[in-house]
């Protein structure tokens, strides 16, 4: 028994801090920051409607759950919906799509169901706790990255003293190290005037993505494959991921307020 407990307490010790709880859940303040912020710029009948549907739930607490569900198999054929990779420069379509789907259907996707008046309540919440996350994804500029890499994620880095990757950073390192609660760094983002928000709100769904890609681009120029990076790439990139932030969440108001009119 004393030899099992100490292969326990051995194995716990020299697992990859990769998998510990904290991990499992990564990104998880990115996507409540774009929520809250989203939650705070709903029509009143687009908030009474979200209301209803995640029963007294908000924005938020709903935008972690496609990634909750990744682990399980009976989800599998979701994971593809949450990123899209295209040739930089090209166009979404201009080679042959993911017929498995990717981020652009699956806002689509998202988006009819919630306007079908014929859909269940079911498939709306379903599909609502989707959208609030997907909206999210389209603007980690590393989710419209390359497929050769998996948008950054076979791209291997240091974080401080960690080894991880480039995606990983931009989806949740620069902002966990930055300490901030989801609160806090939506209020310290979310106070734009309202020329700002109207030029935010403009475009398309994929003029998002084709924006995002084009950070991507500079993303990919910021590091090097191995490089530790730390602080200083923080004070780099907080700005840009702080502003993908905030056009999340205000672009993600605007669709479901356009939805729940
Ligand atoms: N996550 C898993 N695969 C990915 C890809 N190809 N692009 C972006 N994010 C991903
Ligand atoms: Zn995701
Ligand atoms: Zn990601």
Redesign the pocket.
């Known amino acids: 028994m004393r030899t099992y407990l100490f292969l326990v307490i051995i194995l716990l010790l020299v697992m990859p801090s990769e998998t510990t709880a904290n991990e499992f859940f990564w990104g998880s303040t990115g996507h409540r920051t774009t929520g809250h912020i989203a939650q705070k710029h709903l029509s009143r009948k687009a908030r009474k409607a979200v209301k209803r549907l995640l029963k007294g739930g908000n924005l938020a607490s709903a935008s972690t759950f496609a990634d909750e569900i990744k682990s399980d198999d009976a989800y599998r054929k979701y ?1 593809p919906w ?2 899209v ?1 295209f040739n930089f420069g090209t166009k979404y379509g201009d080679q042959p799509l993911n017929p498995a789907g990717d981020i652009i259907m699956a806002i689509r996707k998202c988006k009819a169901v919630l306007q079908d008046p014929n859909s269940s309540d079911t498939d709306k919440v379903f599909y609502l706790k989707l959208l609030v996350h997907f909206i999210g994804d389209l603007h980690q500029p ?2 419209c ?1 390359k ?1 050769e890499d ?4 076979d791209f291997q880095v240091r974080w401080f003293d960690q080894g991880t990757n480039l ?1 990983k950073v931009w989806d949740s390192k620069m902002i966990d190290s930055y300490g901030m609660s989801y609160t806090e760094l939506a209020e310290s983002i979310d106070v734009l005037s309202k020329k700002e928000r109207k030029a935010i709100q403009e475009g398309s769904v994929l003029d998002w993505a084709y924006e995002s890609q084009a950070l991507a681009d500079k993303v990919y120029k910021s590091a090097k494959v191995g490089e530790k990076l730390r602080y200083d790439y923080s004070y780099k990139n907080l700005g840009t991921v702080k502003q993908q932030l905030l056009k999340g969440g205000i672009r993600l108001a605007m669709v479901l307020n356009e939805i729940f009119k």
Request: glycine share 24%; net charge positive; aromatic share 8%.
């Open positions: 994971s949450h990123y990779n590393l989710h990255g497929a998996k948008g950054g994620n995606h």
